[in-house]
Structures are given as structure tokens and as C-alpha cells.
């Protein structure tokens, strides 16, 4: 048995609560099941009782999956959000620490969320008023941040889907002995759409037909590209019913529910180019090589990294990753972590982070083992792409896809093969943003620490002004 579950941290009630919605079911139900009161589920839920070890390993049969991985701590992505909140110049003058911080997220975890939305909303109407013009000074629109706490709050896996999914997918192999084609007759002889490339405007990858009887996907995407837009224009048609359930059950604020369609709609697209099972196995077979897998199934090396952290089917998951998506001047436009590690919600991330480095030697993956200040250890691998150019003259978009797990994972990935991954000395150093960074002796700090007092020696001229405070 496990220390986690020897002690049966009582922080958890947040997987129990997404894991009773995902199976649909009531808690006057699970609590029966379980054999204690709805009312004692709703306190567990809301991480304010403690389970037992007998009670640990009831749920965890129940919902059929590992009781060791239930047992984890759930806060951790909390408290990471709130410490960047907390570094904020509004506190400047609080004397909140980060142990304030990881208490309020352990002890109060509805509240914690609380002020998080709150502060994204001060937020939203506080660049507005300055009339912020950077993303940096902009931070996300609350629309953003929502869909992604809803993505994080569901661990990026919706049974609906995969179910809708794996149907259609059954009923296109029995169309054609290729999915592309398959594809086409299935969006021709269901919903009387026919699929066909185009030239459409820059900037359009697909479009709808006024007569919504074609659905034309641009000439210029790669085969790839062209395969995902259709298969999203067939999440749209075949599982509209269970995204707007999806959406209706969730507390989406104003703009939010558009954006959710269309994440719903491109989770719908993963799933059927990718099957859970066969992928599954690839994964498992590959060990990840996301090169291998993604030649197999005929999808982009973006595409493959999403998928992989879809892979939370209780009873038979994946590897809990984390997956961030960031552009050349660091803005992050996809961030999800069920690995552990702090993505930051409102700002650049480490510029000491592989993501990062990536950019560096374009297409080739980067390997970093990373450690955070608290001394937890992640594996990471980075690849930068360049996406759009198909034009004379177009501009193309520079990202880098960044994927990681617990570096006890580290030896379920091909990529770690020729590296001691128990060599604590070939960590990098990194951290989640630098105002709520602890390491003073950073050269490439980029500001002070928010609660850290600025004593600078004017006798020392520092290669790195922050680096000596």
C-alpha cells in the first residue's frame, strides 16, 4: 500500500465528483453503492471529510480504476494558480505566503476556485480600462480560461464522445477500407454534405456551404489538416446533441459555450481519426514514439499530443501528461496538465523550460528532465512547428508543442531510452513564472519575486539585474 493511500488524503474529492459526472450518475446513487449517506459524499466531494482507506478502495473498484492513482493529491494546479494570482503588483503589499496559498487550495478548495475566476474577471476589465495592447499585458480572455478550467475539470476525457465517436468510426470502416474516403461517403450518405478541397481565402481552413449541402476544406492543408476539419464539420453534425449537453451541464460564462463547441467538436475529431483502443495500443506498443503513431494514423504530430492526454478511460488509461502549446514571443495558447506540473494561467512560462529551447532547432524534439523549486521532477519533450506558408508571400506561425509526464512515468517513453532519469544532477532548474519563483540566483530572471524586498548592491554590477537581490 501506498503512503498516499496509507494516508488517505482527503483532497481528492474533486476526481470523485468527475468521475461520478462522467458516469452520469447521482450522488444519492454513488452513495449508495458506496454504503454512506449523500450527505457525507457531498462533504467528501468538497474535500471537507476525509476517506478512509476501506472507502478509498470501494470507490476506486466502483469506477475501475488504480486506487493509488485516486489517491493522488488534486490541488496542486489550484495553489499553482493562486500563487500567480497572489504575485500579482494588486498584492504587493500582502503578506500572503506560499504555504497560505497551498492551505487555502487543500482546505478550501471551492473557495480557492472562487477567487481565481473572480481575479480573471478584475482582470479582463482592468486591461480594459488601461487599454492593455499586449497579450502579456492582456492576459487571456475569460472565455479562454474558462473552456480550459473546464477541460482541466473533466481531465480532458468525455465518455459521451468517445462513445459517438467509436459508433461513427465503425460505421465509416465499414464504408471504405481507408478513413479519408470512408470520411467522405459517411458526410455524404448521412448528412448529405459533400466534402471536396477548395481555394478558399487565406486564413479559411474549411467552409460550410450556404446550402450546407458542401463543405469545402482549403487546397493549400496538408492531408493531415484537411482530414481533422472534416472530421471537426462531422463532430458538429453526428455528436451535436452530447456537445450541447456537455456545454449545458458546465457553468460557461458569456462567449465561453462558441469556444467550447469548437473544443468539443476538435476532442470529437481526435477521437474518430483516432480511436481510443488502437490508439491505446500504439501508445503502449510505441511507447509513445508520437513520430511512429502519428505515420500510423495518419494525423499531425499536434494531433497525436492531444490525443495522448485524452487517454483517462477508467480501467484502461494513459500516461497522465501535461501538453502546453506557446508561440515564438511565449504567449501560451494551450495549456492542460494532469501530470502535476504548473502551467501559468495568466503569463509566460520559464524561459529555462524546453518548450522554449525548442525553437532553437526547429523540428527536431528536445528532451529536458525538469525540476521544479519544490523539487518535483518532470520528464518534457518539446518539438517547434511552423504552420500556414503554403501561399507566395503568406505569413507562417511559429509554435512549439511541449509534452511532459511525472518523471515517474518517465520509462513508459521511448524518449527516455540512454538517459538516467534517477540522476537528480541532470535536472534543469526551472519554475513556473518569475514572480512567484523562489530562485534568487536566476540569471535569466526576467522580475523580482512579487513578495521579495529589492536590495540591490551598488558596488557589484550583476550580468543579470534580478539575479542578485
Not at 468510426?169 to 459533400?194: A, M, T
Not at 524534439?365 to 521532477?377: C, L, V
Amino acid at each position: 500500500m501506498t503512503s498516499a493511500m496509507q494516508e488517505a488524503d482527503p483532497r481528492i474529492g474533486g476526481k470523485i465528483q468527475r468521475l461520478r459526472r462522467q458516469s452520469r450518475i447521482s450522488q444519492a446513487q454513488l452513495a449508495s453503492s458506496l454504503g454512506i449517506s449523500a450527505s457525507y459524499l457531498n462533504l467528501i466531494e468538497h474535500n471537507r471529510r476525509r476517506m478512509t482507506v476501506p472507502l478509498l478502495l470501494k470507490t476506486a473498484s466502483y469506477f475501475g480504476v488504480d486506487a493509488t492513482e485516486l489517491a493522488e493529491n488534486d490541488d496542486s494546479r489550484l495553489a499553482g494558480d493562486l500563487m500567480e494570482l497572489f504575485g500579482d503588483d494588486l498584492f504587493a503589499d500582502s503578506d500572503v505566503t506560499n504555504q497560505d496559498v497551498r492551505d487555502l487550495a487543500s482546505s478550501n478548495p471551492q473557495i480557492g476556485r472562487a477567487i481565481v475566476h473572480l481575479f480573471d474577471r478584475f482582470r479582463s476589465l482592468r486591461n480594459a480600462n488601461q487599454g492593455a495592447t499586449s497579450a502579456q499585458e492582456a492576459g487571456y480572455h475569460v472565455a479562454t480560461d474558462a473552456v480550459s478550467d473546464f477541460l482541466q475539470a473533466n481531465a480532458n476525457y468525455f465518455p459521451g464522445l468517445e462513445a459517438q465517436a467509436e459508433r461513427i468510426r465503425g460505421e465509416i470502416d465499414n464504408l471504405s477500407d481507408s478513413f479519408e474516403p470512408g470520411l467522405k461517403l459517411y458526410l455524404s450518405n448521412v448528412f448529405g454534405v459533400q466534402w471536396r478541397l477548395a481555394p478558399l481565402p487565406q486564413g479559411l481552413a474549411g467552409r460550410l456551404g450556404r446550402d450546407e449541402e458542401t463543405f469545402e476544406t482549403a487546397d493549400v492543408l496538408s492531408p493531415e489538416s484537411a482530414t481533422f476539419t472534416a472530421a471537426h464539420r462531422l463532430g458538429l453534425l453526428a455528436a451535436s446533441r452530447e456537445i450541447e449537453h456537455l456545454i449545458t451541464e458546465s457553468a460557461l460564462p458569456a462567449d465561453a459555450p462558441a469556444l467550447a463547441r469548437h473544443a468539443l467538436a476538435a476532442y470529437f475529431a481526435g477521437a474518430v481519426i483516432m480511436p481510443y483502443q488502437p490508439f491505446l495500443a500504439a501508445c503502449r506498443e510505441t511507447r509513445y514514439d508520437i513520430d511512429r503513431i502519428a505515420r500510423r494514423f495518419k494525423a499531425s504530430f499536434e494531433q497525436v499530443c492531444h490525443r495522448m492526454t485524452t487517454l483517462q478511460r477508467p480501467g484502461a488509461s494513459g500516461i497522465p501528461l501535461h501538453l502546453i502549446r506557446t508561440d515564438i514571443a511565449g504567449n501560451i495558447s494551450k495549456r492542460f496538465s494532469l501530470s502535476g506540473i504548473h502551467i501559468p494561467r495568466h503569463s509566460g512560462a520559464c524561459p529555462r523550460w524546453n518548450v522554449y529551447a525548442a525553437f532553437l532547432l526547429p523540428g527536431q524534439i528536445n528532451i529536458q528532465i525538469s525540476q521544479m523549486p519544490e523539487g518535483t521532477r518532470y520528464f518534457c519533450i518539446a518539438k517547434s512547428l511552423t504552420k500556414g506558408g503554403h501561399r507566395h508571400n503568406a505569413p507562417r506561425r511559429h509554435l512549439s508543442i511541449g509534452l511532459g509526464c511525472h518523471i515517474s512515468h518517465a520509462a513508459e517513453m521511448v524518449y527516455s531510452d540512454g538517459m538516467d532519469v534517477s540522476n537528480a544532477a541532470q535536472a534543469v532548474a526551472i519554475g513556473v513564472g518569475c514572480r512567484i519563483c523562489p530562485r534568487l540566483d536566476c540569471g535569466q530572471r526576467a522580475h523580482p519575486p512579487a513578495e521579495h524586498k529589492l536590495v540591490l548592491n551598488e558596488h557589484e554590477h550583476a550580468e543579470s539585474l534580478y539575479s542578485r537581490i
